[in-house]
T-cell receptor, first 115, second 112 residues
Framework: AQSVTQLGSHVSVSEGALVLLRCNYS??????LFWYVQYPNQGLQLLLK??????LVKGINGFEAEFKKSETSFHLTKPSAHMSDAAEYFC?????????????FGKGTKLSVIP | KAGVTQTPRYLIKTRGQQVTLSCSPI?????VSWYQQTPGQGLQFLFE???????NKGNFPGRFSGRQFSNSRSEMNVSTLELGDSALYLC???????????FGSGTRLTVV
């Protein structure tokens, strides 16, 4: 079974500091991995995704993530935090089987940015 | 290009009632999935539809059902509402499902 673990339900960083949100996955097959962001009272917005190819994936708003198969990780980073980055972030793995697809999400990490 | 549209945005229902939520996917997207989001359980998969057929269903009771129309629009229905059904219900669409989904803004259901 595929699953996702996000380390840290709440992360605080200072404005301008590095953002690092951790995600580890378990999967018996090469995974498709995603990071989504959710602002209060909103749906999920796709930040970036890894399917195949280059292991360093660049997304929107200056975020990027690196797929590391040996560590089963897909951590999200941003060099310099901005106040507008304060939101909840979800890592997800795409499960497929019998012609169907579903996302399995981690519990989420709430990012606070301190001015 | 219009995004995924969910209606209504907010809904208040009484225990025992039933509710229908609507989702219009991005034009050309044939796969529609539904997720329930609660503070305690997080994001949980409800079901996925593709070309009017339910391809997959999550671990939810039979009170939760859905359907997809020929224009790919989807509805989900919850009958005999319970307090625990209070949640944000998110709809997501994709071309075929295999490269991830675009989500709508959700319907906030409150059961009182």
């Amino acid at each position: 079974a595929q699953s996702v673990t996000q380390l840290g339900s709440h992360v605080s960083v200072s404005e301008g500091a590095l953002v690092l949100l951790r995600c580890n996955y378990s999967s018996s097959v090469p995974p498709y991995l995603f990071w989504y962001v959710q602002y209060p009272n909103q749906g999920l917005q796709l930040l970036l995704k890894y399917t195949t190819g280059a292991t360093l994936v660049k997304g929107i708003n200056g975020f990027e993530a690196e797929f590391k198969k040996s560590e089963t990780s897909f951590h999200l980073t941003k060099p310099s935090a901005h106040m507008s980055d304060a939101a909840e972030y979800f890592c997800a793995v795409l499960r497929s089987g019998a012609g169907s697809y579903q996302l399995t999400f981690g519990k989420g990490t709430k990012l606070s940015v301190i001015p | 290009k219009a995004g995924v549209t969910q209606t209504p945005r907010y809904l208040i229902k009484t225990r025992g009632q039933q509710v229908t939520l609507s989702c219009s996917p991005i034009s050309g997207h044939r796969s529609v999935s539904w997720y329930q989001q609660t503070p305690g359980q997080g994001l949980q998969f409800l079901f996925e539809y593709f070309s009017e057929t339910q391809r997959n269903k999550g671990n939810f009771p039979g009170r939760f059902s859905g359907r997809q129309f020929s224009n790919s629009r989807s509805e989900m229905n919850v009958s005999t509402l319970e307090l625990g059904d209070s949640a944000l219900y998110l709809c997501a669409s994709s071309t075929t499902g295999d490269y991830g989904y675009t989500f709508g803004s959700g319907t906030r259901l409150t059961v009182v």
